[in-house]
């Protein structure tokens, strides 16, 4: 397969992977979520619910994509661009506080529909678990010289304070009720993030240290 034949079937996945999305968010506002089937997004995007299955495991990931979409990639480059002026610790922190806290309006309306639903709540919190390998890969080139079991270390680790951070976000909704019928979240995620990613940042420098090299441009 040539370059042009690879490059065009990934834009061809990309757009169906983007029609997913639309068509799942899309009928989960028209019916809400509890009422969307599988096959109801497929036919909707136009492809086969076995081909929908090559993308989204369930209803509850497509709809939430419509917040998280490409969102691990660009957590891994925010990342990669903050290393260049910032010790390893605040790179990985403020790149995440932005990519989490920083969302347009249709996913500031997405974010509303998914608080209102336990499975979307859940579907969300653990869509952090994808930033894990692309940070990875960021992190190894900045440690090379050491071991890159620290990156893969250290990166499950910010995933997993994340996750902590988002559920613990989305619980004080649950616990505080709603706004209008809508389920909002309390306290400010970019605190608890960085709280929840506080109790990483000595190992994440003390690698920075360790690294061998001039940081990466």
């Not at 089937?37 to 492809?47: H, P, Y």
């Not at 894990?132 to 890159?148: C, M």
């Not at 809508?182 to 994440?204: I, T």
Request: proline share 5%; hydrophobic share 45%.
């Amino acid at each position: 397969m040539t370059a042009r034949q690879t490059g065009l079937r990934e834009q061809k996945k990309q757009a169906t992977r983007e029609a997913l999305r639309a068509a799942a968010l899309r009928l989960a506002r028209e019916r809400g979520p509890d009422n969307v089937r599988v096959d109801d997004i497929a036919e909707a995007a136009g492809v086969s619910p076995r081909t929908y299955n090559n993308y989204f495991s369930s209803r509850e990931q497509a709809i939430v994509a419509a917040v998280t979409a490409e969102r691990e990639t660009r957590v891994a480059a925010a990342v990669a661009d903050r290393l260049v002026h910032a010790a390893l610790a605040d790179a990985v922190v403020e790149a995440v506080v932005e990519q989490y806290t920083a969302p347009d309006d249709q996913a500031r309306e997405a974010l509303l529909l998914i608080t209102g639903n336990p499975g979307l709540r859940n579907a969300f919190v653990g869509s952090a678990a994808a930033i894990e390998n692309p940070l990875a890969a960021v992190l190894a080139e900045r440690l090379e010289g050491t071991d890159d079991l620290a990156a893969q270390v250290l990166a499950a680790g910010v995933s997993a304070a994340v996750r902590v951070a988002l559920r613990r976000w989305l619980r004080g909704a649950t616990e505080s009720g709603s706004v209008g019928g809508l389920v909002v979240p309390s306290g400010s995620l970019p605190d608890l993030l960085r709280a929840a990613l506080a109790p990483l940042a000595p190992a994440l420098d003390a690698a920075g240290k360790r690294a061998r090299g001039p940081r990466r441009r």
